[in-house]
């Protein structure tokens, strides 16, 4: 696996809506991208006091049904850090061990995932892994860890660990979701500041910097139109041309997609979710919301219709030919199916997906003939 920095690497959870998307998305698409597929919890049932599946449950037929079927054996790497580092199987088989097993009955060319804070297990299955697949390995550091003055010592110790050199390694720096990106030139220098000091930044097989402004919650939001910058899009340009100056190697593009990194767990018996959609422009997600789609006063998922139309007649709908999710929004606009939650998942994320790619190559495309 080798790409430079107008690539994209999405990080996406792979549940029913993230991995339909991807499926649906253009072939040229996802010839520009390699995801960052991480291997979501299992969940907890509020009802019945216990956690949804068991492990065996969970991750039985994942990678035939989830990854091989949706991505197929193309690149991508695999993080396994959301199932827990203590989860195990019935019969004490480590979680990463029986993905990979997997992975390679199907020859998908997948990458693991590890990082500075996974326990000694978690690395001994790695190691193992590396020296069957010969696919290097993806580190991903959290911003913080790399600021530390530590960091440079654990990373050469978990290399060595690894028996690996950094260039069969891919860098991943995320930044996760970050409480203020402003002032936005402010946080790319101290970011700058920090990749500066990362070593062997040259010799890395892959360099990505990963994160989003994407909120936790939209239950604050108004209902009708509402706008969230991209920041984490306005930082990367600012970066590329600071990084430039500096004659820093250029990082290539990651985000979480319409999603927020950090996973909480609700009482959905409780919850009251909105309708929404989350359409991603230039430069913010244009999200049209509505109300709970359960209560039968609103419609419950027909306000979909009317959502749709909403982003239709904005000035940022870039036509049903333009992705899989555009033609589903025409659709919906006109009359359709209107779908559940996790259709619009999917259709967001498609969309977003497409844009973010389409964004890549026209900047990199304007600032190289500058």
């Known amino acids: 696996m080798n790409f430079d920095h107008s690539h994209y690497v999405p990080c996406l959870r792979w549940k029913m809506g993230e991995y339909q998307a991807v499926l649906r998305l253009h072939y040229t698409t996802k010839k520009m991208l390699t995801p960052l597929i991480q291997i979501p919890e299992i969940g907890y049932d509020f009802k019945e006091k216990r ?12 990678v035939s049904k989830k990854i091989y079927k949706k991505w197929g054996s193309s690149f991508c790497f695999v993080d396994l850090k959301l199932v827990g580092l203590s989860a195990r199987l019935e019969n004490g088989t480590h979680p990463v061990k029986y993905v990979f097993d997997d992975l390679r009955k199907v020859r998908i060319s997948a990458t693991p995932v590890t990082g500075l804070d996974r326990d000694r297990a978690f690395q001994q299955e790695i190691r193992e892994i590396l020296a069957k697949d010969h696919r290097g390995v993806c580190l991903r550091i959290s911003i913080e860890e790399a600021a530390k003055s530590e960091s440079v010592g654990k990373i050469n110790s978990l290399l060595s660990k690894l028996h690996i050199k950094p260039n ?32 062997y930044l040259e010799k890395w097989r892959t360099f990505s910097i990963l994160g989003t402004s994407f909120p936790d919650s939209m239950g604050g939001m108004k209902l009708g139109v509402n706008t969230i910058r991209r920041c984490e899009w306005e930082l990367y340009k600012v970066m590329v041309a600071n990084f430039r100056r500096a004659n820093l190697r250029l ?17 959905m018996r409780l919850m009251k979710p909105s309708a929404k959609i989350r359409y ?6 244009f999200v049209s919301k509505g109300h709970n789609i359960r209560d039968d006063r609103y419609g419950k998922n027909k306000q979909y219709h009317n959502l749709c139309k909403k982003v239709i007649e904005s000035q940022h709908y870039r036509g049903s030919e333009f992705s899989w999710g555009d033609e589903y929004i025409q659709q919906c606009a006109n009359g359709g199916k209107p779908g559940s939650l996790t259709t619009w998942v999917t259709v967001d994320t498609n969309h977003h997906i497409e844009k973010v790619t389409q964004d890549i190559a026209n900047f990199y495309a304007s600032v190289n003939t500058v």
């Open 168 to 199: 069969y390694c891919d860098l991943v720096l995320d930044l996760s979701a970050p409480d203020n990106f402003e002032p936005l030139d402010g946080f790319a220098k101290a970011i700058q500041a920090i990749v500066s000091r990362t070593p």
């Open 251 to 267: 990082p290539t593009f990651g985000d979480y997609a319409i999603s927020h990194p950090t996973i909480s767990e609700h009482d």
């Open 280 to 285: 991603t422009t230039n430069n913010s997600y």
């Open 51 to 62: 956690l949804k599946k068991t492990m065996d449950e969970h991750l039985k037929d994942f």
